[in-house]
């Protein structure tokens, strides 16, 4: 006979440790949200909503907020397509194909900040390497850090560079296992080869892709490290995302309960976008059911 | 003893999860049972000190004199962290988060101290003065830093970045002389702009620099920031002429220039690119050691004022604090008073030649101080940058009369003045627009 107490208390540590991990600073977060505090000082004074009714009618947070989404869309564009073209040449034969699997690597495994320092100067408006190619075809430098939207589309590009090879491992290890016969199936149909990689393949790589989008999506969508490194939410505020602004308002402007606000809402996004992405995969049959 | 930041010192070696599991209990057994204070290591205490002056070779004096310290305190460690200006507040903010809080921080410049008293963070630094000498110090250095009969900080040194660091051969080739004015800087921006050299090198980026050279202009410009009732005058005419002077420049200096910060301004200069800098003395040793071909061509003149505007020119101030919630108040008042030992002080301050300048009058005109061999390569420079200094007052405290403006490190900090910049230069917004902005934002600041 089943003891149900026994399983609870066998669970009771798990849930424990996991309200404490997990729960306890949620709840600490959102608590703050509603308080404002010096970072130093730290002595809490209620406010209630008004940090939520400041930064919902600000321009700065829409404007955050706006930047947040074109940094998700264009990186995730870019390292999923470059990602995938990359797996799939990684996964026909040729010379040299195991140093180049290990070569892609490396940008994965570069520590974030020795590569903004390395494409800092490769895009150094006086002596960056890009540059002195721009205009080796006798065009005009330009400031890629410096200007607008230039700054956004050089982080995204930065971003997606640093990003793509988890796309190309992930996707790399479901091409491998993809049936031959199915291939060869599709042959003797007749199928082109874009009709073998649009019928056969795509098919395949549904439920990682899936996945990759996933999770690259949630770690993009809080991606601060590099945008602070290489731009600092620069120039004005063309490339603040919404972490970004959650530092600013922390530590610039000591507004701590409205950082804590800002957190609390780009959670809320974060959920309420995972959920749309669940339900959309699930009706489109992205994923297999259990 | 230790300075800098601390690396692995081991190679890496496999460690199982039993061993691991054996540390952390061991770890929380101690942490339990009290016996573990992170201040005291083997008896000996520590002391935890930040330094906002981290130049290579600063850091190699603070090494020296930290080890002086120690040898005569063998009851004290001192370990030692460079921090930049832009992360003060950060890493404040985090040490107070996380209960750690630095026993001392040094090089903290006016506005950031003033801040720290503001908020009610400091613990006062009297006797460390009086031990020192009170007399000694240079008065406004020393005034400064006295409130309610009580020193909050100590003065450790000035610098003056009110200073204009040109190329005397290229105003030569182009027979212009050192600019007094603004447009006078603009005409010689423009004249000396072309064939890879821009003209001046100013900061536009959104960090440390701007925000804090934007005090220094809209002062010279005759105008404020904050009134002596700490209301928010910001959006004013002076802020306009300012915003608009540093449009003007904007089109000579380099590419790159709207990241800009201290570094980079300085480097612009020092490596060639730029005729001419907004900076301290610390242009004499950098150009010396890193592009010594242009080392007989350089010179400063106080930064120039607008036609009709103020004489102001700001000096950092920078001085030493001991924050409230430190837990070795006595050892860290030892180590603020073995700062100013004479031989570990002039070691220090001419790790940067002509970059600081003492505070300690007795020290400003010793022989010892001044016959360091750059200071006597350039003794026009040097007094030049102690006239300057002399005429100085610190962002927070305008004028000898005005009242501390206590939210000053916030202001300076919280990037207000950068953005209000990037508007105009970058964005294209009006100057009116632009200070309206930074006007309303400066003042939610000041409500908090």
Known sequence: ?290 | MSVGNKRPTGGQRDISRRTVIKGAAAGSALAASGLFTPAISQGRTKLNVFTLQRAPLQMEAYAKMVASFEAAHPDIEVDMLPVSQTDLWPKLAASYAGGDVPDLVLQVTAENIVSLYGQGLLEPLTDVVKEIGEDDFEESARNLYFDKGEYFAVPASNNCVSLLWYRTDLLDQAGLAPPKTWSDFIAMAKALTGNGMYGASMPYGQAAMANSITWTLIYEAGGLVIAPDMSVVFNDEPTYKMLEFMKEIHEYVPPGANRYDFFDVLNAYVMGTAASCMYTGRAIVNVNTENPAIADSIACTPFPIPTGGVPWWSGAFEGIVMPKAGKNYEAAKQFAAWNFKPEEYIAFINATPGHQIPTLKSILNSQAYRSDPLLQKYPEALQTTIDTLAKANATCKPFDDFPLILKAGEIQGSGIFAETLQRVVIGGETPQKAAAWGQDRIARLMRT
């Open chain 1, 1 to 290: 006979m089943r003891n149900p107490v026994l399983g609870y208390l066998l669970l009771a540590p798990t849930v424990i440790l996991l309200g404490v991990l997990v729960g306890w600073p949620l709840i600490e977060a959102v608590v703050l949200s509603f308080n404002q505090f010096h970072p130093l000082t730290r002595q809490p004074n209620f406010v209630g909503l008004r940090n939520y009714a400041e930064i919902l009618t600000e321009e700065e947070f829409w404007n955050a907020f706006k930047n947040n989404f074109i940094w998700l869309a264009g990186s995730l564009v870019l390292q999923i397509s470059l990602g995938v073209a990359l797996a799939l040449m990684l996964n026909r034969s040729f010379p040299g194909r195991g140093l180049a699997r290990t070569l892609i690597l490396f940008p994965y495994l570069l520590p974030v900040v020795v590569a903004a320092l390395i494409w800092q100067w490769m895009l150094d408006p006086l002596n960056g390497v890009i540059n002195a190619g721009i205009e080796g075809f006798g065009l005009p430098a330009v400031d890629w850090l410096g200007e607008m939207p230039e700054a956004m589309i050089a982080v995204i590009t930065v971003g997606s560079w640093r990003a793509f090879p988890f796309v190309v491992i992930a996707v790399l290890a479901r091409l491998q296992s993809i049936p031959a016969e199915l291939y060869e199936a599709a042959e003797v149909d007749g199928a082109s080869a874009w009709g073998r990689f649009w019928d056969v393949t795509m098919p395949q790589l549904g439920n990682v892709l899936f996945v990759v989008v996933l999770l690259r999506a949630i770690w993009d969508f809080r991606e601060f490290d590099l945008l602070f490194l290489m731009t600092g939410g620069g120039p004005l505020s063309g490339t603040t995302t919404l972490p970004l602004l959650v530092y600013k308002e922390a530590f610039e402007v000591f507004q701590t309960g409205r950082a804590q606000a800002i957190a609390v809402v780009m959670l809320l996004v974060m959920a309420v976008l995972i959920a749309f992405y669940f339900a959309l995969s699930r009706r489109g049959g992205t994923i297999d059911e259990a």
